[in-house]
């Protein structure tokens, strides 16, 4: 294709391309869609029987069922009919229990058909529930953080998927007063309700009236942050919000409005891409989703590969570390090619920066393959926007764009140490943090503006209405000795775009340093790089003289295209230990925790800028030479 080609891309309609912009005190300014929200549903809930009584034999929910030996077979499927039915017999079963937002349910398991139906049940009674991270009682040792969940929520009931999985968790900080649930197995020295017994309570009036006492400020679910150097947050999730945010999205994205949605997804539920975004819009729109228990890891990704080539969706989420492992897989597989990109209308990443390179060789893929290009939509939002706020503009979208505001919520744009912090107002928005009432006072402006912490700038300052760039987290800059502010975000996205495809994150180091440095989290592709062996060890591989070479070589190219001590990074160092859930570096999504990593590996930076750390990449063109 000539550089005066324009490409060609599948039909997608951008529901916002037009802005509100209007100037304020001290500086802020305000920006908003040009169109106004269109009425939404009150509750979650009445989307569930507008389509179990419109079509109560679509498929709502599918995922392959689960052998002996923990590989998958064929998919079951449970209609929108049927979960329905499942929805107000576990919700009578929650009744009889007397939870409420006092004594919520807490869901330690994957996503899974019994956690699905349970959160429905959840829903349809009027009972908070909260899906919690399985790395905090599968991953951690010390089940700090579970343990700080169950405080900050004081369940009444627990479920888990899997006695097995998650019984010594359980054992560690499940009070014996709690009565809790199992779908498989036994817990050691406890008894335990099985799943299937309260999807077989008769389901009475009671239910169905508790279900039409709820509204738009019933509390759905409670979602913990990630948390960074401090314990997460309960973000309180409403019926309203959640509602307000599946209709800025139809908005926004009008292909959910065009044909009942089939996604192919693995997105973890006690996030809000997975649990509210995903699952909101398949309920919302009639939808269907096929559970992947695939994962963007060496070990997961051939089941995501699996389902792709059998399942074709209409529209495909996933994070930057998904995508670059399907971009590389449909170079050499006809099948995923072929499925994937039969009917899909629309892939959409988040979570993190995607690197041009991935997105380039996506588009080179379906353009081969189908002649035209999928739009790679994106945007911004976190989980106590719902997490929808931002939106793109149009297909030309390049890495770090994110468009403009949904209907319905307006932005502040605030100076903030020479960046500018985008703060979010609207329907979608949270109340604030459960039990956190000095948390949630500190969250807010003095308007009301939730203040998210997130910097953004104009794409093009002459053109409003292209809508604005990610330019990092405002927490995450720091100043160097000489007071030069480090913009870790875009240099951040700079250094993975140059590594790719061996960097997974990067996290960059120097406060009040003289200079940047930086450490470099590789992917697994760096072992065939390394030219070693499946024995050799981690250490082995990144020490090896082609993968130092190759890094090398990306440390060179950066230094030579920075312009000054801000952007420049002096030293480097390729780290062998992944980041820890435990101490809040990495979220379930992969996405890394710059603060956290650098408060728990201090030591390390420290060495790493005395000179004294061993196999740190230097740029050549330095005084020190290749090595400290």
């Given at each position: 294709?000539?550089e005066?080609?324009?490409?060609?891309?599948r039909?997608?309609t951008?529901?916002?391309?037009?802005?509100?912009l209007r100037e304020?005190?001290?500086?802020?300014?305000?920006?908003?869609?040009?169109?106004?929200l269109?009425?939404y549903?009150l509750?979650?809930?009445?989307?569930?029987?507008y389509?179990?009584?419109?079509?109560?034999?679509r498929?709502?929910?599918?995922?392959?069922?689960r052998q002996a030996d923990?590989?998958?077979g064929?998919?079951?499927?449970?209609?929108?009919?049927?979960?329905?039915?499942s929805?107000?017999?576990i919700g009578?079963?929650?009744l009889d229990?007397?939870?409420?937002?006092?004594?919520?349910v807490a869901i330690?398991?994957?996503?899974?058909?019994?956690?699905?139906?349970?959160a429905?049940?959840c829903l349809?009674a009027g009972v908070?529930?909260?899906?919690?991270?399985?790395?905090?009682?599968?991953?951690s040792?010390?089940?700090?953080?579970?343990?700080?969940v169950?405080?900050t929520?004081?369940?009444?009931l627990?479920?888990a998927?899997?006695?097995?999985?998650?019984?010594?968790?359980?054992?560690?900080?499940v009070?014996?007063?709690v009565e809790?649930?199992v779908?498989?197995?036994t817990l050691?020295?406890?008894s335990?309700?099985?799943f299937a017994?309260?999807?077989?309570?008769?389901?009475?009036?009671?239910v169905?009236?508790?279900?039409?006492?709820?509204?738009?400020?019933t509390i759905?679910?409670?979602?913990f942050?990630?948390?960074?150097?401090?314990?997460?947050?309960?973000?309180i999730?409403?019926?309203?919000m959640?509602c307000?945010?599946?209709?800025?999205m139809?908005?926004?994205?009008?292909?959910?409005?065009?044909?009942p949605?089939?996604?192919?997804?693995?997105?973890?539920?006690?996030?809000?891409?997975?649990g509210?975004?995903?699952?909101?819009?398949?309920?919302?729109?009639?939808?269907?989703?096929?559970?992947?228990d695939?994962?963007p890891?060496?070990?997961?990704m051939?089941?995501?590969?699996?389902?792709?080539?059998?399942?074709?969706?209409?529209?495909?989420?996933?994070?930057?570390t998904?995508f670059?492992a399907i971009?590389?897989?449909?170079?050499?597989?006809?099948?995923?090619?072929?499925?994937?990109l039969?009917r899909?209308?629309?892939?959409?990443?988040?979570g993190?920066?995607l690197?041009?390179?991935?997105?380039d060789s996506?588009?080179?893929?379906?353009?081969?393959?189908?002649?035209?290009?999928?739009v790679?939509?994106?945007?911004?939002?976190?989980?106590?926007?719902?997490?929808?706020?931002?939106f793109?503009?149009s297909?030309n979208v390049k890495?770090g764009?994110?468009g403009?505001p949904?209907?319905?919520i307006?932005l502040?744009?605030?100076?903030?140490?020479?960046?500018?912090?985008v703060?979010?107002?609207?329907?979608?928005?949270?109340?604030?943090?459960?039990r956190?009432?000095?948390?949630?006072?500190?969250?807010?402006?003095?308007?009301?503006?939730?203040?998210t912490?997130?910097a953004v700038?104009?794409?093009d300052?002459?053109?409003?209405?292209?809508?604005?760039?990610?330019d990092?987290?405002?927490a995450?800059d720091?100043k160097?000795?000489t007071g030069?502010?480090?913009?870790?975000?875009p240099?951040r996205?700079?250094i993975?775009a140059?590594g790719?495809p061996?960097?997974?994150?990067?996290?960059?180091t120097?406060?009040n340093?003289?200079e940047?440095?930086?450490?470099?989290?590789p992917?697994?592709?760096?072992?065939a790089?390394?030219g070693?062996?499946?024995?050799?060890?981690l250490?082995?591989?990144?020490?090896?003289a082609p993968?130092?070479?190759?890094?090398q070589?990306?440390?060179?190219?950066?230094a030579?295209?920075?312009t000054?001590?801000a952007?420049?990074?002096?030293r480097a160092?390729?780290?062998?230990e992944?980041?820890?859930i435990?101490k809040?570096?990495v979220?379930?999504?992969g996405?890394?925790?710059?603060?956290?990593v650098?408060?728990?590996?201090e030591?390390?930076?420290?060495a790493l800028?005395?000179?004294?750390l061993?196999?740190?990449?230097?740029p050549?063109?330095t005084?020190?030479?290749n090595?400290p």
């Open positions: 294709m000539s005066t080609t324009q490409p060609r891309y039909p997608l951008f529901g916002v391309t037009r802005v509100l304020g005190a001290n500086g802020a300014r305000y920006l908003q869609a040009d169109q106004a269109s009425d549903a509750r979650m809930t009445d989307r569930l029987l389509w179990a009584q419109a079509v109560p034999g498929t709502f929910i599918a995922r392959r069922e923990g590989s998958t064929d998919w079951r499927h449970i209609s929108y009919g049927e979960a329905l039915a929805a107000r017999s009578q079963a929650l229990r007397g939870l409420n937002a006092e004594r919520p330690l398991s994957e996503n899974s058909l019994e956690h699905a139906l349970l429905l049940g349809y908070p529930y909260c899906p919690v991270s399985p790395a905090y009682s599968t991953v040792q010390d089940y700090d953080k579970l343990r700080h169950l405080n929520l004081t369940p009444g627990v479920f998927s899997d006695a097995a999985r998650y019984g010594r968790a359980i054992a560690a900080t009070g014996a007063d809790v649930a779908h498989s197995g050691e020295g406890r335990a309700t099985a017994s309260l999807l077989a309570t008769p389901a009475t009036s009671a169905d009236a508790a279900m039409q006492a709820t509204g738009p400020d759905t679910k409670f979602l942050t990630s948390g960074s150097t401090k314990l997460p947050k309960a973000v999730n409403t019926h309203g959640w307000a945010n599946q209709q800025q139809r908005q926004s994205m009008p292909v959910l409005t065009e044909e949605p089939v996604l192919v997804d693995w997105l973890p539920w006690n996030h809000t891409f997975g509210n975004h995903n699952v909101g819009l398949t309920i919302y729109n009639g939808g269907t989703l096929y559970i992947d695939g994962k890891t060496p070990a997961l051939g089941e995501t590969l699996r389902n792709l080539r059998e399942i074709a969706p209409t529209v495909y989420f996933n994070v930057p998904g670059e971009a590389h897989a449909m170079k050499s597989d006809a099948q995923l090619r072929q499925t994937l039969s899909v209308k629309m892939f959409f990443y988040s993190a920066a690197a041009q390179p991935i997105w996506l588009h080179q893929t379906q353009e081969a393959e189908v002649g035209e290009r999928i790679m939509g994106t945007g911004l939002g976190m989980t106590e926007s719902a997490p929808f706020a931002i793109v503009t297909p890495a764009d994110i403009v949904s209907p319905g307006e502040k744009l605030v100076p903030v140490d020479g960046k500018t912090e703060r979010y107002r609207g329907p979608n928005i949270t109340p604030g943090y459960w956190s009432p000095e948390a949630t006072k500190e969250a807010f402006d003095e308007e009301g503006f939730f203040a912490g997130d700038r104009w794409i300052e002459q053109d409003i209405h292209q809508g604005l760039k990610f990092g987290r405002i995450e720091f160097l000795a030069t502010f480090v913009s870790v975000g240099m996205a700079k993975i140059a790719a061996y960097i997974q994150d990067a996290v960059l120097g406060i340093l003289k940047v440095g930086a450490l470099l989290f992917t697994a592709a760096c072992r790089l390394s070693l062996g499946a024995d050799a060890t250490p082995q591989v990144l020490e090896s993968v130092q070479a190759h890094f070589k990306v440390v060179n190219q950066l030579a295209a920075a000054g001590s952007n420049r990074i002096a160092h390729l780290m062998a992944p980041p820890s435990d809040g570096e979220t379930d999504k996405s890394i925790n710059q603060r956290a650098l408060k728990h590996r030591a390390l930076v420290n800028h005395g000179g004294t061993p196999f740190t990449l230097i050549q063109d005084p020190q030479g090595k």
